[in-house]
């Protein structure tokens, strides 16, 4: 007996999305939102911090645990970490092939190689009590200073220090269940000597996409005229709007990407022009960069009423261009929050996700749905 055909649903029927920036795929499985949970549940944080917290080693003028004292820092403050992953001092050598060192060396099979960097800490504003979302767009502003500054020293390190390329890794983990060993409003920096992997896959696929392109003879209408991944695939998004959570007239979207993993994943990137890294913003598309941060963040918190969890990694060129339009990097914003169903409910990716590929049941189209369908003003201070 023949199956009776039935019409594929995206929003009912299991099938697999494409990332293009990664080549990996996600399995959406729309139909197991339906489902009862009795798993782990988490308290959420909402106690009330101070302005200032006297035992926080992030507040101006505290100690750190290292024991330097914090200037009474009235904007951005940057400072080494007191623990950091990295270390800038050249380290002895350790042969990564057996041609290297004769045949005592390691062998392939437990290949290993010497990496050095350095891990700064930015303080986003000297005020404890006080996130991203909390803060007025202005204020953003000099974070988005911040970062600007510190990516380009860091740059500037690796280039005075080493000739192969590194990276710079700008991101902020958010709330205690995302890692963050402190409430006060801080992000990280991670300067290495090397380009990690996820970044690397992404830049790896951006070329690739640019080659593609200019082989084919075929030269589509791109945003800016130049054949950018990112570029056109923002393009469509805000041409389709079904996934778009905001949208700043400066250039800039954020979308819970056709290939999200994430339950509420966000990607923040430009959608008017090719821009290799954040040292080439106008100062108009730095001031809406600012503002839509802001209205990203704020819908975060209104989701669930609660100090919204997440990663947030910018990505760009490995350091400074020395000339920004021969880069293929695009700058743009990952944002991975773990909340699934609620305040307390979280997603966890395991089993089928470590063992096989990554899986959702929430649709992108869905979650995008419910961020733009909270309100845009934070819910402590809506009026009752």
Request: a negative charge.
């Amino acid at each position: 007996m023949a199956e009776e055909s039935v019409a594929f649903e995206p929003t009912e029927h299991p099938h697999r999305r494409y990332n293009p920036l990664t080549g990996k795929h996600v399995l959406v499985s729309p139909h197991r939102t339906k489902r009862p949970w009795m798993g782990q549940t988490e308290e959420p944080v909402v106690a009330q911090l101070p302005k200032h917290d006297s035992k926080c080693y992030l507040c101006p003028g505290n100690e750190r645990m290292g024991g330097e004292k914090n200037p009474d820092y009235d904007n951005t403050f940057v400072f080494n970490n007191d623990f950091p992953a990295l270390l800038p001092a050249p380290l002895p050598f350790l042969p990564s092939n057996p041609e290297e060192s004769g045949p005592e060396s390691i062998s392939q099979m437990f290949a290993s190689r010497p990496v050095r960097g350095r891990c700064k800490v930015i303080c986003f504003h000297p005020r404890h009590d006080l996130t991203l979302a909390m803060m007025r767009p202005e204020e953003i502003e000099a974070v988005v200073e911040g970062w600007k500054g510190v990516y380009e020293a860091e740059g500037r390190f690796l280039r005075e220090s080493q000739r192969e390329e590194g990276y710079v890794q700008i991101f902020e983990n958010r709330g205690a269940m995302m890692g963050a060993s402190a409430p006060h409003p801080h992000g990280q920096v991670w300067t290495l000597s090397y380009v990690p992997e996820e970044p690397a896959v992404e830049l790896e696929n951006l070329e690739g996409h640019a080659t593609a392109v200019a082989a084919s003879g075929s030269h589509p209408t791109y945003p800016d005229g130049k054949a950018c991944l990112l570029l056109s695939y923002a393009a469509e998004e805000v041409a389709r709007k079904e996934r778009v959570v905001e949208i700043d007239e400066s250039g800039w979207v954020a979308v819970v990407p056709f290939w999200a993993i994430w339950p509420f994943e966000i990607l923040l990137l430009p959608y008017k022009r090719h821009i290799p890294s954040i040292l080439q913003l106008t100062a108009d598309e730095q001031a809406g960069l600012a503002r839509i941060l802001k209205k990203v963040l704020v819908r975060y918190d209104n989701l669930f009423k609660c100090p919204f969890p997440y990663s947030m990694g910018l990505h760009q060129a490995p350091t400074p261009p020395s000339v920004p339009e021969e880069s293929r990097a695009q700058v743009h914003f990952h944002f991975y929050p773990p909340l699934l169903r609620s305040a307390s409910v979280r997603k966890f990716l395991v089993g089928f996700e470590m063992m096989g590929e990554a899986q959702r049941d929430l649709t992108a189209e869905q979650a995008a749905k419910r961020l733009r369908d909270v309100s845009d003003v934070h819910y402590t201070l809506e009026k009752e």
